[in-house]
């Protein structure tokens, strides 16, 4: 069965900061990959997607993100945290026909 | 505006009671998915359906009900057999499973 690990439950960076936040996947195949964003008491924004091709993907709001099989890992990078960057984060998997699967989130900080 | 309505926002009922969380979307997506979120848990699937007259458990299906007999409609029914109900409960949809997802914003349903 897929799964989702996100390592960091919490994460403060400080206002300028670059930030980059942690995903761990278990999947045979090679999975689809997503990133969201959520804000308090919101659904769930798309920030950028993996399905083939070529492994850094280019998001919206200025975030990107890496594909590396080698280490089963879908890391979200965004060079310079801006404090509307506060949220929780979810990385999720799928295959071809499967729902998608989601980790337990990482809650982002932004300090001034 | 194309995308995905969820009602009420908020919805409070007494215990043992049944209750419908509403489900609209006008993307002319086939899938459709309802989620449950708790604090620290990420989302878990509850059921999903891949097309109309046609959904599937997911994770956590026991004490809740779905029906899909429009495209554009998947209802989610609490039941009181769900013993634990208070929750965050999230409807999404895709072009097809596994497919990036469109979320709506959500229903926080407050059992007392």
């Known amino acids: 069965a897929q799964s989702v690990t996100q390592p960091d439950i919490h994460i403060t960076v400080s206002e300028g900061a670059s930030l980059e936040l942690r995903c761990n996947y278990s999947?045979?195949?090679?999975?689809?990959l997503f990133w969201y964003v959520q804000s308090p008491g919101q659904g769930l924004q798309l920030l950028l997607k993996?399905?083939?091709?070529?492994?850094l993907v280019q998001g919206i709001k200025g975030f990107e993100a890496e594909f590396k099989r080698s280490q089963s890992s879908f890391n979200l990078r965004k060079p310079s945290v801006h404090w509307s960057d506060a949220a929780e984060y979810f990385c999720?998997?799928?295959?071809?026909?499967?729902?998608?699967?989601f980790g337990k989130g990482t809650r982002l900080s932004v300090i001034a | 505006d194309g995308g995905i309505t969820q009602s009420p926002k908020y919805l409070f009922r007494k215990e043992g009671q049944n209750v419908t969380l509403s489900c609209e979307q006008n993307l002319n997506h086939d899938a459709m998915y309802w989620y449950r979120q708790d604090p620290g848990q990420g989302l878990r699937l509850i059921y999903y359906s891949q097309i109309v007259n046609d959904f599937q458990k997911g994770d956590i299906a026991e004490g809740y009900s779905v029906s899909r007999e429009k495209k554009e409609s998947f209802p989610l029914t609490v039941t009181s057999a769900q013993k634990n109900p208070t929750a965050f409960y999230l409807c999404a949809s895709s072009s097809a499973v596994g497919t990036e997802a469109f979320f709506g914003q959500g229903t926080r349903l407050t059992v007392v």
């Open positions: 999947y045979g195949a090679t999975p689809y």
């Open positions: 993996y399905f083939s091709g070529d492994t």
């Open positions: 999720a998997v799928a295959s071809g026909n499967t729902p998608l699967v």
